[in-house]
């Protein structure tokens, strides 16, 4: 007997040689220890048994076998080979995203530890005692809920549309209750970064222990324990995790909630599969026949588009709870600043002075500034010479506690030289705004004022990241700044101001969704002020005060900006107009890859024409050492995947068939972000 097994490396599934006294024990969707190559070892997953001997190929014998009973059901094998297809990559690497760490042991001594703390009695769950009573809805939340049913009498999926703070939240407890008590389970999926304390113990308090967390910043051990008690007898009925909780064996699904639907970090980007959580949850909640509710206060401009169709539902959110009013954005041209020489740092005059009021009424600031590090560079300040990675295609920025120069993309660091090696000038320039800089201009400028600042550097472990945010709930900051990170659906009731420092950036990335991501950003960000008794004030410094993106920031014109931008996408077709496949080559000699990235580009053209453009340099070309070369096509959505896949990866053999392409990899993002 045979075993097709799939390993947590890039390819489909190896050939195994089943042995005489494991025959009983070898069964689809059972971990099987087995050796590969020369002296490797990994944990694989069955996915079946059969008596077609390959030809010519020496088989290897299973090891060992871990399970008594699969691990993997016949759902998630369904579910595993969609992602491996529609995200074109090999069956291997989604296993490898799927099962947590501790499933997939590589070596002897984790393999001894794995299969011991793989073989715990699950706890059966306990009686949940002192679960606090639902909080009743607002008449608005009420209707909304009432839609949401109704749209889902005939819409699979459906997307609430509601503005930050119009109490969504609590309308996903009622209708995650309304699921359990139906006997059905609940997916609810949160970005990274917004599950916080904060929302888990709001759950916590109205779900107790029928509510398992999934997080990937958890230890290995936890997520194990989840995904053990989702395979048992008694699994939880709601499981609130970030993207790969999608991966978790379920039952009895009924409902998936994908709260702040918008976000990218919902898309996996490296390694493969470069997953998105959204269509692949939609996707999941289909092979259970269960609903999907997406919600944000600014829709990704797919997912709106959809439900404007009528394909998705639709239903909206009007009113802030309690109807409190939204914040009011008031724009401050830093042009004119500048030019008039009344910029601060980072600061207007204006801005400096409503943070100045708020901090004498005692109440709380958030301040935006989508950029960690202190400066984006340093620049020789007689040559001009500016330090550079030496491994990627990136300058390197400057982090001023740490007195280091550091990369981004792969991390390298070293010290702030004490010289130009060009024309050993001692003065460095630094330019570009880091939060670490905003943090020292605001030490200056607001005396006695305590800073809180959030970004991946002072962030770097789930236990900072926390301690920040309680630190802040519980005032004892008067400013938070930071990155991206401020703007997750934190809820703090004492914030009556923030600033966005430079929305120009953002505006300026050379992207076509650079508007749509700058309006969710900032009106993210705005939520965060006058979320329970001040009213919120939204400071937005530009330099195109002028500009119909601001002006439709400013007024909060969703509609408007989304209508705008819909002409321009319909006209270079982007999506959601048309979807987009990122073919990606890289390799260590740059000219070998030009050539072989024009050669594949050809055969690409052959077969889809003028839907392909490139191969180019990205904007970042070379990345670890290695270059990269990306070609991009624009298919239209009604063209049959299953057949775009096949040619891709056809032309892909044949590329790397060639003697030349040794060592080229090559790999594909599809509806890449
Ligand atoms: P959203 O998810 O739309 O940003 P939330 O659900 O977090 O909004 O609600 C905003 C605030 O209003 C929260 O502090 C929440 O506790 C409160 N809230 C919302 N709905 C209710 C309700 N029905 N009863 C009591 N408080 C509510
Ligand atoms: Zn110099
Ligand atoms: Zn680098």
Redesign the pocket.
């Known amino acids: 007997m045979l075993a097709d097994v799939t390993l947590p490396i890039a390819f489909d599934s190896f050939t195994y040689l089943i042995p005489k006294e494991l025959e009983d024990r070898v069964m689809r969707g059972c971990r099987v220890v087995v050796p590969l190559g020369k002296s490797k070892i990994y944990t694989g997953v069955v996915l079946c048994t059969h008596s077609n001997t390959p030809q010519g190929v020496e088989l290897k014998a299973i090891m060992e076998v871990l399970d008594e009973q699969p691990v993997v059901n016949e759902q998630q094998f369904r579910f595993w080979q969609w992602i491996a297809s529609y995200y074109i990559c090999p069956l291997g690497d989604v296993m490898k995203a799927a099962l947590p760490g501790a499933m997939k042991p590589k070596d002897e001594k984790a393999l001894k530890t794995a299969t011991r703390s793989t073989r715990p009695a699950t706890q059966s769950s306990l009686p949940c005692s002192d679960i606090a009573t639902l909080?009743?809805?607002?008449p608005h939340?009420q209707k909304a809920m009432e839609e949401i049913g109704t749209s889902f009498q005939t819409k699979n999926v459906t997307l609430l549309h509601?503005v930050?703070?119009?109490?969504?939240?609590?309308i996903y407890i009622h209708l995650i209750s309304k699921y359990l008590q139906e006997g059905k389970q609940v997916l609810y999926l949160l970005p990274e970064i917004a599950l916080t304390t904060q929302i888990t113990e709001r759950l916590r308090r109205v779900f107790g222990d029928k509510m398992g967390v999934y997080h990937s910043k958890f230890t290995d051990a936890q997520r194990l324990t989840v995904y053990k008690r989702q395979t048992s007898d008694t699994p939880y009925q709601l499981i609130l995790g970030v993207r790969s909780s999608i991966f978790l064996p379920f039952n009895n699904l009924g409902l998936v909630i994908i709260d702040e639907e918008h976000e990218h970090s919902y898309k996996q980007q490296e390694p493969a599969p470069r997953y998105h959580a959204r269509s692949a949850a939609i996707m999941l909640a289909h092979m259970f026949g269960a609903k999907t509710l997406l919600g944000t206060a600014t829709p990704s401009f797919e997912v709106y588009h959809l439900a404007r169709k009528e394909r998705y539902g639709y239903v909206q959110l009007t009113h802030r709870?309690r109807d409190m009013q939204l914040p009011t954005v008031e724009v401050v041209d830093t042009k004119e600043a500048k030019r008039k020489k009344l910029m601060k740092g980072a600061f207007s005059p204006r801005l400096i002075e409503v943070m100045q009021k708020a901090l004498e009424r005692k109440e709380q600031i958030i301040l935006f500034q989508n950029r960690r590090g202190f400066s984006s560079f340093i620049e020789c300040r007689q040559c001009g010479w500016v330090p550079r990675c030496p491994h990627c295609d990136v300058t390197l920025t400057l982090h001023k506690k740490s007195s280091t120069l550091t990369c981004h993309y792969c991390g390298f660091s070293t010290q702030i030289p004490e010289q130009c090696p060009a024309c050993e000038e001692k003065r460095f320039t630094d330019i570009g705004v880091g939060t670490e800089k905003v943090e020292e201009q605001i030490a200056q400028l607001f005396e006695g004022a305590s800073i809180l600042r959030m970004d991946l550097d002072t962030a770097k472990t789930r236990q900072q990241y926390e301690h920040i945010i309680s630190d802040f709930s519980n005032h004892q900051a008067d400013i938070l700044i930071g990155t991206q990170m401020v703007t997750k659906?934190l809820?703090f009731d004492n914030v009556s101001v923030v600033g966005i420092l430079d929305a120009d950036t953002m505006l300026n990335l050379p992207d076509f969704r650079s508007y749509e991501r700058t309006f969710q950003t900032i009106s993210q960000v705005a939520g965060r002020a006058g979320?329970?008794h001040h009213p919120g004030h939204v400071i937005l410094q530009t330099r195109s005060a002028d500009s119909d993106i601001i002006r439709h920031i400013t007024t909060n014109d969703y509609w408007q900006m989304f209508y705008d931008q819909m002409t321009e996408r319909q006209l270079f077709h982007y999506p959601p107009f048309r979807r987009l496949i990122n073919v990606y080559l890289r390799h260590r000699d740059d000219q070998l890859l030009e050539h072989l990235a024009t050669e594949t580009g050809e055969r690409l053209r052959a077969i889809f024409g003028s839907r392909v453009l490139g191969p180019e340099r990205p904007p970042i070309s070379r990345i670890q050492s290695l270059y990269i070369r990306k070609i991009m096509l624009k298919i239209e959505y009604q063209a049959p995947i299953t057949q775009v896949r096949e040619a891709l990866l056809s032309i892909q053999s044949q590329i790397l068939a060639l003697p030349i392409a040794k060592n080229l990899n090559i790999y594909y993002d599809v509806d890449p972000l």
């Open positions: 909080s009743p809805l607002s939340q509601g930050t703070s119009s109490g969504k939240t609590e709870f659906g809820d979320r329970n």
